[in-house]
C-alpha cells in the first residue's frame, strides 16, 4: 500500500486509467480499463468494487465508471506525479520516450511528496531562470551525448555563458 493515498499502486493504476478515459472519452467503461492496463474484464469489477467501497468511483455492473471528487482528486495527482517524472526522464535527462514513460509509471508510485515538489521547482527553475533556461538545458544535453568529458569545451561554454551575462548586465545598466 502507498502512504500518501493508502491505495495499492494497482489501485492508483485504476483511477489514473479512469480519469484519462474520462478526459478523452468522456466515459470509462470496465473493458476499456481493461484494456488500458492489459488485464482481463474480470480483474476489473474486483477492483472497482474496493475503490467503490473507499468511495473514490462511482460503478455499478454494466454501466460506466465514473470518479468521485475525492477520486478525482486523487487520479490528477498521480498523473501529475507521472507526467513530472516522465517529462524530467524524457526532456532532462534524455531517457528514450517509451522508457521515460515506462519507469515514471513506477515513480509515481513511491516518490513523496517532498521530492516530487523538489522536481516541480526545479522544473520551474530550468524554464523560468534567465541563467538557465533553453541554452543551459541543450548544453546538458550536448553534455551527456559526448562520449568523454571536454574541457576545452566546457571552458569555452563557461567563457560565452560569462560573456553573455556581462552584457546583458550592460544592457540593463
Known amino acids: ?12 493504476d485504476y483511477l489514473e486509467v479512469i480519469l484519462d478515459l474520462e478526459k478523452t472519452s468522456k466515459v470509462a467503461r470496465g473493458k476499456d480499463i481493461a484494456e488500458r492496463l492489459d488485464i482481463k474484464r474480470g480483474s476489473v469489477t474486483g477492483a472497482l ?5 473507499k468511495g473514490l468511483v462511482n460503478y455499478a455492473p454494466y454501466s460506466y465508471i465514473t470518479l468521485t471528487p475525492k477520486g478525482g482528486k486523487i487520479a ?36 513523496d511528496e517532498k521530492t516530487m515538489e523538489r522536481l516541480m521547482c526545479f522544473f520551474d527553475y530550468i524554464y523560468s531562470c534567465p541563467r538557465t533556461g533553453p541554452d ?22 563557461l567563457s560565452d555563458c560569462l560573456a553573455q551575462h556581462r552584457d546583458k548586465t550592460v544592457d540593463q545598466g
Open 76 to 111: 490528477r495527482e498521480i498523473t501529475r506525479r507521472h507526467v513530472a517524472s516522465r517529462d524530467f526522464l524524457y526532456k532532462v535527462l534524455q531517457v528514450d520516450a517509451e522508457t521515460a514513460n515506462a519507469t515514471a509509471c513506477r515513480m509515481e508510485h513511491v516518490i
Open 1 to 12: 500500500m502507498k502512504k500518501g493515498t493508502g491505495l495499492s499502486e494497482s489501485l492508483e
Open 49 to 53: 468494487k474496493i475503490l467503490e467501497e
Open 136 to 157: 543551459w538545458l541543450e548544453n546538458f544535453i550536448k553534455h551527456c551525448s559526448a562520449k568523454r568529458f571536454d574541457r576545452e569545451a566546457c571552458d569555452q561554454c
